[in-house]
């Protein structure tokens, strides 16, 4: 046995082995939306999700190193690794059942193009589908499903 072994490298903070997190805008009415969809179609609980304002979120961002002040972009960290914009959005549907699944096959458009699209729509955002002025707190039955859930 070799007594110089590597240590695992550390996980983000608020994260166990094989969790998927998705960290999303609190304020943000199409980020609110989507992971009412999330929630809605993963069935198998298979993703956690914590707003980028929350004390998880803020600490999840430093950790990886993105600003902790202007949210522009969905996060999904699986695995200790993190995915943003357009990659991100993939990654979430290749996790729920089909037919969101096959929006995965997206990853055959070049990325520039995707990440144009997903920043047309970040930066706009708040103008089409508006701005709450708090963060929503999760519901009953959304327990187990955020990072702040001691459940």
């Known amino acids: 046995?070799?007594?110089?072994?590597?240590p695992p490298e550390p996980l983000p903070p608020f994260l166990q082995p094989g969790d998927r997190?998705?960290?999303?805008d609190g304020v943000c009415k199409l980020c609110n939306a989507s992971v009412r969809f999330v929630i809605r179609h993963d069935s198998q609980r298979r993703i956690k999700l914590a707003s980028v304002q929350s004390p998880q979120g803020?600490?999840?961002?430093?950790?990886?190193g993105l600003p902790t002040e202007q949210f522009d972009s969905v996060v999904l960290i699986e695995e200790g690794r993190l995915s943003q914009r357009s990659d991100a959005f993939i990654r979430l549907m290749a996790q729920l059942p089909a037919p969101?699944?096959?929006l995965r096959l997206l990853r055959g458009v070049p990325r520039p193009l995707r990440d144009w699209?997903?920043?047309l729509i970040a930066r706009n955002r708040y103008r089409l589908f508006?701005?709450?002025?708090?963060c929503l707190l999760p519901s009953p039955d959304h327990q187990g499903r955020f990072l702040d859930d001691p459940s």
């Open 58 to 64: 803020q600490a999840l961002l430093a950790w990886f």
């Open 117 to 119: 699209v997903y920043d």
């Open 21 to 24: 997190v998705l960290l999303f």
């Open 130 to 134: 508006g701005r709450l002025d708090v």
């Open 1 to 6: 046995m070799n007594s110089t072994a590597t």
């Open 100 to 102: 969101w699944r096959w």
